[in-house]
T-cell receptor, first 113, second 110 residues
Framework: KAGVTQTPRYLIKTRGQQVTLSCSPI?????VSWYQQTPGQGLQFLFE???????NKGNFPGRFSGRQFSNSRSEMNVSTLELGDSALYLC????????????FGSGTRLTVV | QKEVEQNSGPLSVPEGAIASLNCTYS??????FFWYRQYSGKSPELIMS????GDKEDGRFTAQLNKASQYVSLLIRDSQPSDSATYLC??????????FGAGTRLTVKP
């Protein structure tokens, strides 16, 4: 059974650019959550999607956005990149009963220079 | 007050000892609790879940939950160097919103 797939694994972008990250959940998982992980702040919740609808959103500026497609694949976009956006971006998927916990992808390491 | 709080550590224990990791949470209505292990450079992996007050054992790991005190803990018995990692406490604050603590870094010394 394939796990959660995130692409790309690594990205280097320049301040002011925008970036799109992709996440394919485990087959049958319809919920996808996105987190930002930095050494100082730990895992910070960005947003969660279920059946193409954003159900929850964390405390991030509007530069951070996402969407989910009908096949449950999800993308997140960060516009007007800032140096502080450098982080590991993790996607997690969960089964219809989320109390079983999340499965994380390997993450996308974004570096903004 | 942070939603999920953990001692950041680092926590160092000798091989074979018991490692005790603690976590408190603020939302009294939370129903599901998880422990994740994250090795350096890797993504978090789920190691334990607990939903009811009391203890839940899985091999060398025991999760403990006290909802009245809003407290979750993880005990690792017979700690091994391979257990050296950051341990993340996670709380499901509603059916689709999981919040994480900052993590406790554990080092098991041979």
């Amino acid at each position: 059974k394939a796990g959660v797939t995130q692409t790309p694994r690594y990205l280097i972008k320049t301040r002011g650019q925008q970036v799109t990250l992709s996440c394919s959940p485990i087959s049958g998982h319809r919920s996808v959550s996105w987190y930002q992980q930095t050494p100082g702040q730990g895992l910070q919740f960005l947003f969660e999607y279920f059946s193409e609808t954003q159900r929850n959103k964390g405390n991030f500026p509007g530069r951070f956005s996402g969407r989910q497609f009908s096949n449950s694949r999800s993308e997140m976009n960060v516009s007007t990149l800032e140096l502080g956006d450098s982080a590991l971006y993790l996607c997690a998927s969960s089964p219809p009963l989320p109390n079983y916990g999340y499965t994380f992808g390997s993450g996308t390491r974004l570096t903004v220079v | 007050q942070k939603e999920v709080e953990q001692n950041s550590g680092p926590l160092s224990v000798p091989e074979g000892a018991i490692a005790s990791l603690n976590c408190t949470y603020s939302d009294r209505g939370s129903q599901s609790f998880f422990w994740y292990r994250q090795y350096s450079g890797k993504s978090p992996e789920l190691i334990m879940s607990i939903y009811s007050n009391g203890d839940k054992e899985d091999g060398r790991f025991t999760a403990q939950l006290n909802k009245a005190s809003q407290y979750v803990s993880l005990l690792i018995r017979d700690s091994q160097p391979s257990d050296s990692a950051t341990y993340l406490c996670a709380v499901m604050v509603n059916n689709n919103d999981m919040r994480f603590g900052a993590g406790t870094r554990l080092t098991v010394k041979p």
